[in-house]
Every structure is written in structure tokens, then in C-alpha cells.
């Protein structure tokens, strides 16, 4: 039967369902009891991961908190050591140059052209000996000049002379016929005019024969200075010139010779900063050394001590002078020396390690008016001490006054981790030193 969808729908009573045909029962048959398996609920089974979570983050907490009850702050290690007794030189270090006590620079004078060359390096000169020629032939044509105006102006002077005494022959005659009332006074004041005269012009060519002799004194000077000698007795230490080279001594003295006097006595020009000029003193005990000899010290002594400042670059030096024995003859002019100047000694004075002045402790004020040191009692107690300090080296300070005595203990510094690390590890496996 077909329905149709526009149809109302009709509500059948229960009364009308038709009863269902009732089956016949069963037969009782007998079974064997089936095992019962409890499955927990779903509500149990979700509780499970809760529960693991919450002991696993128990765990956690417990140990944290155990670490952190065990393992704390761990105590600070100090780098200590020994206040002692020892000696204790300070210093002065600078660099200078070996040169010899008395350096003489040979030079000319007059320009010209080297002809002869008497001497050459390292040469063994006496004092007067020559050394080198320049071309005389212009300084003698010079020569030659001058004594022909010498000779000219000595004729000019006899000629002058002889008009003076004719002059004055004249001048006495027209006084005898004055008297005689021959002349006039006019005559007789022209003829002593005219004496004065001849006398002026014989002091004119009395002045140009002294001008000439002064030009042949210069001639024949410049041309004894066409021949260098040598000013002292030595060896020549440089020589700067060449036979065919000309010299110019225009507007300085161009150096030909450098001469050393004396080889076996030299001195070291060391440039010490102004920051330790002050305890460098005349009579000073010094050693050096020089890279041609890097094993051997050689001794001397500072000798003077100049107030002339030297500025390069705003850095202020003073030049201190060493005089040191050379009779070996090892040192050479022009050496690079490493000077070390001792300034004060003492033999056994209360003395700590730099380090524990300049150790400061770690959230401290400091008062840089005082010199202070951190000592370390038997109890590992640490305090601060106030001290006085005297003369220093590169490794200790000497203590002229404070509290402290031999055998105390102070404070260097404060070990890092990795060295504390470091002094835990059996030797040889300390992984050898670390690179920061």
C-alpha cells in the first residue's frame, strides 16, 4: 500500500497492536557456571597517568631540594702567602747607546773637490797627521790675486807718501813768502789745503794695502784648510767622503771623519723616563747588556746625570751616563744596550709579595690614602692591616712599618673554580694550561 506524504498521520491505539504468538519455553538444560572477569571502569583507567606524573614531579622536587641542602655556597679559597724576610734590589731599566767618551767630528771648512784620501776606517791617526787633500788650485789663484792688490796698494801708498811731502815743501814755501808779503793769504791757505789732502790720501792707501794684506791672510788661510788634519790621536771611527767627491761648507761644516779618541774607556747615553729619573743618582752602580754578547753583563757606573729634557712624542726622557771599561774591546760605537740602573738595596728586609698590595677584596671600599694588605690568621679569619712600605722590586715590597711580622700569612688573590679544579686532578692529568 502506497502512503502518501501528504497524508495526515494516524495515530493507532495500543489496543489495536496485534499480541505477538507466545513461544513454548525452553527446556531446562544444565550448564557449566562461566568465570566472571572484572574489567575496571573507564572512570579507574584515567586516573593511572595522573598518579605516575605526580610521583615523577615528587622526585624531582626531592632532589632538587636535596642538592641544594647538600651542595650550598661553596666556601672561597684564597691564594696566599708568606710575609719573610729577604733582600731586595730596585731597579731602573732603560735602553741607550754605546758610544765613546770622546768622539771628535773632523770637518771642512772650505768647499771644494777630495784629490787625496790619507786615512780610512778604523785607521790609527796622531794628532797632525793628515788625512785628506782638496784641490788647491783655486784657493792658490785666490792666493796669487790678493798678494798682486797687496803689491798695488803698497805702490799706491808710496805714491800717496810723495804727494804729502811735496805738500808740505810747498806748503812751507808759500809760509816763508808770506812773511816776505810775496803772497797772499789766499796762496798760503790753498798750499796747506792741499797738504791735508796729500796726507788724507796717504792714509787711503794705507788702508788699502792693510785690506790686501787681510784678503792674503784669508787666501792663504783657505788654503791651509784645503789640507784636513787630524785634531787628536784615535781611530777613525767613519769616514763619510770619497776622493772625486765635492764638499759644500756653504751653510754648515759637512763632516768628513768621525775619530774616537779612546776606544778602551766608552760610555752608554741611556734615555730614562721621567717617571724614574728621580732615584737615579751620580756614583750609581749599573749593568748592561748588548745582543752581540746576550750572556755577559758589563759593569758601570753612572757618571752623569744631565738636566736637559729630551720630548719625542710627548714622552719626556733624560739622557744618564755610564761609563764603562772597555779594555777588551768588546763594546763598538752604535751598540743598543739594556740598561739596569740599581737605585737601592737592602739585604734582609721585612718584605710581602706585590700581589698582596695590590689584592683588593670583592665588595670593599678602598682608601687609596693608605697602602693596606689582607691577612689571614690561623682561624682563616681575614682582615685588613694598614702598612708602611719602603723600596720594591719586581717581585716584593718592603714593609718599613705596620703590624706585620715573619711568618704572617696574607692574601694574593681568590682561587677561580677551574683552579680549584685544577688542584683537585692527580698530577699529570691536569690537561696542560688552558687558553683564555
Not at 597517568?49 to 622526585?59: H, N, R, T
Not at 788625512?131 to 790678493?146: K, Y
Not at 787666501?219 to 791651509?224: F, K, R, S, V, Y
Not at 683537585?424 to 696542560?432: T, V
Request: glycine share 6%.
Amino acid at each position: 500500500m502506497t502512503t502518501d506524504p501528504l497524508e495526515p498521520t494516524r495515530h493507532v491505539p495500543v489496543t489495536e497492536v496485534m499480541a505477538r504468538p507466545a513461544e513454548p519455553a525452553p527446556e531446562p538444560t544444565h550448564h557449566l557456571p562461566a568465570p566472571v572477569i572484572t574489567i575496571p571502569s573507564r572512570q579507574n583507567r584515567s586516573r593511572v597517568p595522573w598518579l605516575i606524573g605526580s610521583l615523577a614531579l615528587l622526585a624531582i622536587i626531592g632532589a632538587g631540594t636535596w642538592y641544594w641542602w647538600t651542595a650550598g655556597t661553596p666556601p672561597v679559597q684564597y691564594k696566599t702567602a708568606l710575609v719573610d724576610q729577604g733582600p731586595i734590589t730596585a731597579i731602573v731599566t732603560a735602553t741607550g747607546t754605546v758610544n765613546p767618551v770622546v768622539s771628535v767630528q773632523v770637518g771642512s771648512q772650505v768647499s771644494g773637490k777630495i784629490t787625496q784620501l790619507m786615512a780610512d776606517f778604523n785607521s790609527v791617526v796622531t794628532q797632525g797627521q793628515v788625512l785628506a787633500l782638496i784641490d788647491q788650485q783655486p784657493f792658490q789663484a785666490r792666493v796669487s790675486q790678493a798678494r798682486a792688490a797687496l803689491k798695488s796698494g803698497r805702490g799706491n801708498l808710496a805714491k800717496a807718501k810723495n804727494m804729502a811731502n811735496q805738500r808740505k815743501l810747498e806748503l812751507d814755501r808759500m809760509a816763508s813768502l808770506r812773511q816776505q808779503q810775496f803772497v797772499s793769504q789766499s796762496d798760503l791757505d790753498l798750499a796747506a789745503t792741499n797738504f791735508r789732502d796729500a796726507q788724507a790720501q796717504v792714509d787711503v792707501a794705507q788702508a788699502q794695502v792693510d785690506q790686501a794684506v787681510a784678503t792674503l791672510d784669508s787666501a792663504e788661510l783657505d788654503l791651509g784648510y784645503t789640507t784636513i788634519y787630524s785634531p787628536v790621536n784615535g781611530i777613525v771611527v767613519s769616514r763619510n767622503v770619497d776622493v772625486g767627491q765635492t764638499v759644500a761648507a756653504s751653510f754648515q761644516t759637512p763632516t768628513l771623519f768621525v775619530i774616537a779618541q779612546d776606544l778602551t774607556q766608552m760610555q752608554v747615553d741611556a734615555n730614562v723616563s721621567e717617571a724614574d729619573i728621580g732615584g737615579v743618582a751620580e756614583g750609581t752602580p749599573s749593568n748592561f747588556r748588548v745582543d752581540a754578547y746576550p750572556k755577559q753583563f758589563f759593569e758601570g757606573t753612572v757618571t752623569q746625570v744631565r738636566n736637559a729634557p729630551i720630548s719625542i712624542q710627548n714622552v719626556v726622557t733624560y739622557d744618564v751616563v755610564i761609563t764603562v771599561d772597555n779594555r777588551a774591546l768588546k763594546l763598538k760605537p752604535g751598540m743598543t744596550a739594556n740598561v739596569t740602573i740599581v737605585t737601592a738595596k737592602k739585604d734582609n728586609p721585612l718584605r710581602v709579595p706585590n700581589g698582596a698590595l695590590r689584592f683588593r677584596m670583592p665588595g670593599v671600599p678602598v682608601d687609596r690614602k693608605l697602602t693596606q694588605v689582607w691577612l689571614m690568621d690561623q682561624e682563616k679569619q681575614v682582615r685588613q692591616v694598614a702598612v708602611s712600605t719602603g723600596i720594591a722590586d719586581s717581585l716584593f715590597t718592603e714593609i718599613s712599618e705596620g703590624t706585620l711580622k715573619e711568618g704572617d700569612t696574607v692574601i694574593l688573590g681568590i682561587e677561580t673554580p677551574e683552579e680549584q679544579a685544577q688542584k683537585k686532578l692527580p698530577p699529570g692529568f691536569d690537561g696542560g694550561p688552558r687558553m683564555r
